[in-house]
């Protein structure tokens, strides 16, 4: 007869699946807060003050206001994370990108919105993870 000893400690897939959730959940927390500082001026960035809603700057903060949420929770979250991730790349090709250094975003001020673009692009790809909506469906 033989026992088999398990480990009480979680196994490498699971651990991944909820990082994967944690990558999820705290990139969308991030680009929202980005959203309320354009939309609702919370928190405060001066930059934003006055900010048409059907600008530029303005439909971003929609999209992200949206795109994020859904993220977030992870519903229609492929879907929602591919449109955020080509958000993100044309807010740095158009916001970023012309104050110069376009491949040293470290220069320019793109550093978020290229990591935020490339991790909504894993998100489209992989999928939710664990945590969300949509693996409950």
Excluded at 54 to 70: D, N, P, R, T, Y
Aim: proline share 6%; glycine share 8%.
């Amino acid at each position: 007869m033989s026992t088999q000893v398990r480990s009480a400690a979680p196994s490498v897939p699971a651990l991944a699946a909820c990082a994967h959730a944690l990558l999820r959940i705290v990139a969308s927390y991030l680009l929202l807060a980005h959203a309320s500082a354009k939309l609702f001026h919370a928190p405060h960035i001066a930059m934003f003050d006055g900010l048409p809603l059907f600008s530029l700057l303005g439909v971003a903060g929609i999209i992200e206001l949206v795109g994020g949420a859904l993220v977030l929770v992870g519903f229609f979250t492929r879907a929602a994370a591919f449109v955020l991730s080509g958000e993100l790349a044309f807010a740095y090709f158009i916001g970023h990108a012309p104050q110069g250094h376009v491949l040293l975003p470290l220069l320019n001020q793109g550093e978020p919105a290229v990591l935020l673009s490339f991790i909504f692009l894993f998100i489209a790809a992989a999928g939710p993870g664990a945590w969300s909506v949509d693996a409950r469906r």
